[in-house]
């Protein structure tokens, strides 16, 4: 009887392993075993009705603000990355993977640079607000008024992902022209 927990224990034990080796998970220190409530939206109210140009801002907490390359990475210190109806970059990883795959990306060094995140819909700052010009409708939604979800993440100076810690704000925005 006792032989048969220990052979259950393992299988579960090795069944977890497999299966936080298998999402490309590196390092265990990446995940998240809690809520992390550092980041707090201020403007707008989650799932508000707004209208574009619009700019969303927030407090956060426990953390340094600083610009890319100005200090040696760390995990408390960086700036912010804002994704707007898209999932963000993997922990660990850069602003390379909004351009995985992208032919005009690979013949230029210097990709993704500002302008190419923008058409993107994706953000950098080093304030606590960014703000938003027009949102692209989104496609096969035919509502006049849509849910538009913008997630920030926390970025390195070095410019890697910190964790997994990522916050969002669901927005209802009127279709353009509507």
């Not at 509502?143 to 100076?157: N, R, S």
């Amino acid at each position: 009887m006792a032989g048969g927990r220990f052979l259950a224990r393992l299988t579960a034990l090795t069944a977890a392993l497999a299966l936080v080796t298998g999402c490309g998970i590196t390092h265990l220190r990446d995940l998240q075993f809690r809520v992390d409530e550092r980041l707090h939206f201020t403007s707008p109210s989650d799932r508000a009705l707004v209208h574009q140009p619009l700019t969303v801002s927030w407090t956060m907490d426990d953390f340094t603000v600083e610009p890319p390359e100005s200090a040696p990475p760390s995990r408390d210190a960086g700036y912010f990355a804002v994704f707007v109806d898209q999932s963000p970059i993997k922990p660990g990883h850069t602003m390379k993977d909004v351009a995985s795959g992208d032919n005009y990306c690979k013949q230029s060094a210097s990709c993704p640079d500002r302008a190419y995140l923008r058409q993107h819909q994706v953000f950098t700052t080093t304030s606590t607000h960014v703000r938003l010009g027009l949102i692209p409708a989104l496609a096969n939604d035919h509502e006049d008024v849509q849910l538009h979800t913008v997630t920030v993440v926390l970025m390195d100076t070095a410019g890697h992902r910190i964790g997994e810690s990522a916050w969002e704000l669901d927005l209802r925005i009127p279709k353009v022209g509507v």
